[in-house]
């Protein structure tokens, strides 16, 4: 039986004031919940605050990116190791943010989900498709290539206890949500995909989606049977808006 996972990407937004500020009210609104993971991943510099302020709450800390190194000459990299130390668990990779702007491959991106896993982390791997790839049809092709690279690099047994999350670029920080009948039909391809290779694993999988979640569309995209969740950017920086997005799921 899959749960949801609801978890927020916070990006490059905060200061030590609003990690602890939004911590407090996430863990007001969000104490009793039950049936729903939930997950923030605040900026790298804050997650020793934000996983002190976490202490005894449900609330699990995330971080929003590792290297693939394990040690030694990298400047500015963090390691899996390291996220590890500090008490991080969902390390999200692939975001589409990281493949444009810091040309991150797919082979890349299937490297950090193998070093993860190694570490004992929990890779949220994001994938999804353009505006002029979703015009040209191509969804389904461009999400398979990315999932591809872990299939064939690691097999599908390396989706045990991994997170997926679905997020159309031309939906993240748009506004423009995928409707939920969209976002459906690509999580059941998603999923249809990976059964190909293993059944159970591809049944177990979380496949979150990501892409101008809100307290307003959370609920009808949760109804759907493939949606298992949300990744959540703009906002997830607004306790009540995030805890309605969490109460939904
Ligand atoms: C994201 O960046 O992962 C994201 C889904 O952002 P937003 O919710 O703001 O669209």
């Known amino acids: 039986m899959r749960h949801p996972l609801v978890m927020g990407n916070w990006k490059l937004n905060g200061n030590k004031k609003m990690v602890s500020d939004l911590i407090d009210g996430l863990r007001k609104e969000l104490n009793a919940v039950q049936g729903c ?8 510099m804050y997650l020793d605050q934000a996983q002190q302020a976490l202490a005894d709450s449900q609330i699990v800390l995330g971080a929003q990116n ?5 040690s030694g000459a990298f400047t500015g990299e963090v390691s899996a190791e390291m996220l590890k130390d500090i008490g991080a668990r969902y390390i999200i990779i692939g975001h589409s943010e990281r493949r444009t702007y810091h040309k991150e491959s797919d082979e890349f991106i299937a490297k950090k989900f193998a070093v993860l896993k190694e570490a004992g982390l929990i890779p949220v ?3 999804g498709e353009t505006e002029a790839e979703n015009e040209a049809g191509k969804t389904e092709e461009v999400c398979a290539r990315q999932i591809d690279a872990v299939l064939e690099s690691q097999g599908a047994a390396a989706f045990n206890g991994a997170v997926i999350a679905y997020e159309p670029i031309w939906a993240i920080g748009t506004g423009k949500s995928a409707t939920s009948a969209q976002a459906q039909a690509v999580h059941k391809f998603i999923r249809e995909h990976i059964a190909k290779k293993d059944a159970k694993v591809a049944e177990q999988v979380i496949i979150q989606y990501g892409g101008s979640v809100n307290d307003k569309n959370a609920a009808e995209l949760f109804a759907q049977p493939d949606i298992d ?9 607004k306790a009540d808006a995030f805890a309605v997005i969490v109460k939904a799921a």
């Open 66 to 70: 590792v290297d693939v190194n394990l």
């Open 229 to 237: 969740g949300a990744l959540v950017g703009g906002a997830s920086l």
């Open 37 to 44: 993971g939930v997950a923030i991943a605040p900026p790298v």
């Open 125 to 127: 791997l994001c994938i």
